[in-house]
T-cell receptor, first 113, second 116 residues
Framework: DAKTTQPTSMDCAEGRAANLPCNHSTISGNEYVYWYRQIHSQGPQYIIH???NNETNEMASLIITEDRKSSTLILPHATLRDTAVYYCIVRAISSGSARQLTFGSGTQLTVLP | EAGVAQSPRYKIIEKRQSVAFWCNPISGHATLYWYQQILGQGPKLLIQFQNNGVVDDSQLPKDRFSAERLKGVDSTLKIQPAKLEDSAVYLC??????????????FGPGTRLTVL
């Protein structure tokens, strides 16, 4: 699976949009971009994933560049409860059973009041 | 829908003792994972089950760690004997075998192990 690079930490003001970048310059054509987050003392939580088109769900939006070498997770109106470590993971959708997630160190997002 | 359940939530043992963790996945989820998360790092996969068979245990320290998933539902992870470096949070996750969301993993709250 392709490796990802994320900033170690970011701050965001409450109510503003949080834009979390991820670089995955070695991504392959069959690899998806996944985002998970981990709130303190909890297990990771799935947020969103995409292949090449931008995606939006009730939690966030995912913007993937045309060359697919980078992406941005957008939390449109960050709240204090969005303070967490955000993991960007690149992985091929498997038709078999190997659906492992390889986590990096992620980005610590702190939403400030 | 009930989430992934894990117990205990916390455990403190001395080195060379043994310990066991339990996981109950989301009902109907065929795939179950155990991860180890050391403080300040992302989770690392230890073992993956598909139903009651092992798919990947390449990162499981087999000299001291063992896991089983009898009847393809609940799973236990055991450490015997524990070392200081085993202090970590042990996370269990599950995912559906097929379908649109088959590659989405749902995590439990984890068990925090402290080895003294």
């Amino acid at each position: 699976d392709a490796k990802t690079t994320q900033p170690t930490s970011m701050d965001c003001a409450e109510g503003r949009a949080a834009n979390l970048p991820c670089n995955h310059s070695t991504i392959s054509g069959n690899e998806y971009v996944y985002w998970y987050r981990q709130i303190h003392s909890q297990g990771p939580q799935y947020i969103i994933h995409g292949l090449k088109n931008n995606e939006t769900n009730e939690m966030a939006s995912l913007i993937i560049t045309e060359d697919r070498k980078s992406s941005t997770l957008i939390l449109p109106h960050a709240t204090l409860r969005d303070t967490a470590v955000y993991y960007c993971i690149v992985r091929a959708i498997s038709s078999g059973s190997a659906r492992q997630l390889t986590f990096g160190s992620g980005t610590q997002l702190t939403v400030l009041p | 829908e009930a989430g992934v359940a894990q117990s205990p939530r916390y455990k403190i043992i001395e080195k060379r003792q043994s310990v066991a963790f339990w996981c109950n996945p989301i009902s109907g989820h065929a795939t179950l994972y155990w991860y180890q998360q050391i403080l300040g790092q992302g989770p690392k996969l230890l073992i993956q089950f598909q139903n009651n068979g092992v798919v990947d245990d390449s990162q499981l320290p087999k000299d001291r760690f063992s896991a089983e998933r009898l009847k393809g539902v609940d799973s236990t992870l055991k450490i015997q004997p524990a070392k200081l470096e085993d202090s970590a949070v042990y996370l269990c996750a599950s995912s559906a075998a097929v379908g649109v969301r088959a590659d989405t993993q749902y995590f439990g709250p984890g068990t925090r192990l402290t080895v003294l």
